[in-house]
């Protein structure tokens, strides 16, 4: 969905957030991964305070109150998305309704009254860290448990003769030098090999060398796993919120690194080796 006509900056961000982030709504198998999640850990979330940073339609905050929280904060930073969380909350019964408050502001300038038991985010890009898990290292609160708690980016390196297409030739891919596109090929989930890059809450990021040199192929593959306790909760391509990452592969090592410039975090990307 793209918005064609002029609109003055904060609106077209607004509304371009908002068209992008209702599409997660799409994966179901993302939403299902996320509700097992929050099932699995309800004696955590029962009688608890809980937060949902970055609520979106805060279909999570609406279950960690069944699920029997005493409080849900439920943090959105982007108006629109705010307005339709509380226009459904609206709708739900008083004892789902009254235990549920949407804070419309960015979660990293949230500090709630009471101590916070739970915290429930969904702030991974394709890349892992190309989204917002940076707000999680920049909270003014501590969260007793983080749902998930880390993620992985993995890795590998395959031949275009098994992916090229009438369209996506050789000659295109080799166009892609230092460029990673998401979605370029259907993912076979035998591409990945070594994990790359790790996000753990409360450590942070870190990059693991990694060298391709015994891999044949000229297209490199990343894909995103989402983990909470070190098991997948889910991952590019199963659940199709996040696709694999493609480029042409030009070495043996890559460097992935990230920078923050006007709200949004940039990944810069390079071969080494
Ligand atoms: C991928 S969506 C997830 C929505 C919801 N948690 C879910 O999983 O269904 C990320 C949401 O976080 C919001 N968001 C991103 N950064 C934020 C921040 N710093 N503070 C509050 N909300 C944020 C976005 O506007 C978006 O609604």
Not at 1 to 15: E, G, K, S, T, W
Not at 199 to 222: E, M
Not at 254 to 263: A, C, P, T, V
Request: with cysteine.
């Amino acid at each position: 969905m793209d918005i064609l006509n002029l609109l003055p900056p904060q609106r077209f961000r607004a509304v371009d957030d908002l068209l992008a982030f209702i599409s997660i709504y799409d994966d179901k198998k993302r939403t299902r991964a996320y509700y097992k999640l929050l099932r699995a850990h309800k004696k955590h979330i029962y009688n608890s305070v809980c937060v949902e940073g970055g609520c979106g339609l805060d279909l999570f905050s609406v279950e960690l109150a069944r699920l029997g929280a005493k409080k849900v904060y439920a943090v959105e930073q982007n108006t629109l998305l705010a307005k339709l969380a509380q226009e459904r909350i609206n709708r739900l019964p008083a004892k789902i309704r009254n235990r549920i408050e949407i804070v419309n502001k960015p979660l990293q300038q949230f500090q709630p009254k009471e101590s916070v038991d739970v915290l429930v985010h969904e702030f991974y890009g394709q890349l892992l860290y190309d989204e917002d898990l940076w707000v999680l290292e920049r909270l003014r609160f501590k969260p007793r448990l983080v749902l998930p708690d880390g993620g992985k980016l993995w890795a590998g390196v395959v031949s275009s003769d098994f992916y090229k297409d009438r369209v996506v030739t050789q000659a295109v891919i080799r166009q892609l030098d230092g460029v990673l596109v998401s979605g370029l090929f259907q993912e076979r989930f035998n591409e990945l090999k070594a994990p790359v890059l790790q996000w753990k809450y409360g450590r942070g990021l870190r990059n693991l060398k990694h060298n391709f040199g015994k891999q044949n192929g000229d297209l490199l593959a990343l894909g995103l796993r989402v983990t909470h306790a070190g098991k997948t909760v889910c991952e590019a391509g199963q659940c199709p919120n996040w696709s694999y990452v493609w480029t042409h592969r030009k070495g043996n090592e890559i460097s992935l690194l990230f920078r923050k410039s006007s709200g949004m975090m940039d990944a810069r990307f390079k071969w080494k080796g």
